[in-house]
């Protein structure tokens, strides 16, 4: 094979964001919008990684790790160093995930070019592989990041997800549900945010502690609550859950004033998604109500979707 196309989704956390990366259980799903890699084989040595997004490209190796490409180039190299094989590689990036808002497009990215590098050279590694690697990656980009990211654009769906058991697909039925997420326009940095969290946490470890057990358990009671189709124990949740995060510092008034515009217009729950400080925030509905709300957003937010619940993970779209 020469060369592979392959897509990964983003993801949106329901629960638990920040709490898992102290080992709580969090649940996320995975959002249509995907991010797609294109990878062929060369001659040449060298890796060059085009960015459509960005409009950016570069040849690595140069040992440049703030260059926003150098993640790709990292994705791609451990992969082939995985499989064992020394190539020189084209690789063309488009995405449909807004960076920086909590959606995980860079671990999708991290996702989708490891499974192309792999199949442009014939190999078709399994998931857990895949997520491995992109892991690696997303350490990259921020140094201490849980693995929720990378799992949910491997495996797709929706899972409840805990750093040191892994995660479980969850049955749920999310058919009588959509998500509206609208932007706060303030960009954000995850591993920035995780510190900052990490820091107010230690300064007040007695009464961060049981801020953090809470999280944990109300994950617990939102997956058994999306098993069994209440949605709107799961919306109750959510905003549980939101409380705990501006409890911890990752609110502002403008991701506040999106929680709330969402909930005075029928939505059944609205939270921060991802690591807050700005990003977007997610609103379940039942369906049927999701462009009322979208609506309303729109009216606060320059960028409002509407996204469907539980799609494929990582695939490989075409080869050759
Ligand atoms: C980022 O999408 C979610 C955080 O919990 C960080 C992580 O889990 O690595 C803030």
């Known amino acids: 094979m020469v060369w592979a196309k392959a897509s990964a989704p983003g993801k949106v956390i329901l629960f638990g964001e920040h709490f898992v990366v102290e080992d709580q259980p969090a649940i996320a799903i995975a959002l249509n919008l995907r991010a797609r890699v294109y990878a062929e084989v060369r001659e040449k040595e060298g890796i060059e990684v085009y960015s459509k997004n960005l409009s950016l490209r570069e040849v690595f190796p140069k040992e440049d790790p703030k260059s926003p490409l150098y993640p790709i180039y990292y994705a791609a190299k451990s992969t082939l160093s995985f499989i064992g094989k020394e190539k020189g590689l084209y690789i063309e990036v488009d995405s449909e995930i807004p ?10 990215v991290a996702v989708a070019t490891v499974a192309a590098v792999a ?5 078709k590694l399994d998931r857990e592989d895949i997520s491995m690697l992109a892991y690696r990656a997303e350490k990259i980009v921020h140094g201490k990041p849980s693995g929720i990211d990378n799992t949910i654009s491997t495996y797709g769906g929706a899972i409840a997800y805990r750093k040191s058991e892994g995660f479980l697909q969850l049955e749920a039925d999310f058919s009588p549900v959509m998500l509206v997420l609208a932007d706060s326009g303030i960009p954000r940095n995850t591993g920035i945010m995780v510190a900052k969290v990490q820091e107010l946490r230690k300064k ?9 057990y809470a999280a944990g358990r109300l994950a617990v009671e939102a997956a058994k609550m999306m098993e069994r189709g209440d949605f709107e124990a799961v919306g109750e949740l959510m905003m549980i859950n939101h409380g705990l995060l501006s409890a911890i510092g990752v609110s502002n008034m403008k991701l506040e004033e999106l929680v709330y515009t969402a909930r005075k217009v029928g939505a059944l729950g609205a939270k921060i998604t ?7 925030i997610v609103a379940l509905c039942r369906r049927g109500e999701e462009k009322k709300v ?6 606060v937010s320059e960028r409002v979707f509407i996204s469907d619940i539980s799609v494929e993970g990582v695939i490989i779209e075409d080869f050759s």
Not at 99 to 108: L, Q
Not at 206 to 211: C, N, Q, R, S, V
Not at 274 to 280: D, E, R, T, V, W
Not at 294 to 299: R, S
């Open 294 to 299: 979208a609506k309303e957003l729109e009216k």
């Open 119 to 123: 199949a442009s050279l014939g190999f």
């Open 274 to 280: 991802g690591a807050g400080g700005g990003g977007f």
């Open 99 to 108: 960076p920086a808002s909590g959606m995980g497009s860079s671990a999708a």
């Open 204 to 212: 007040y470890q007695k009464i961060m502690d049981p801020l953090y």
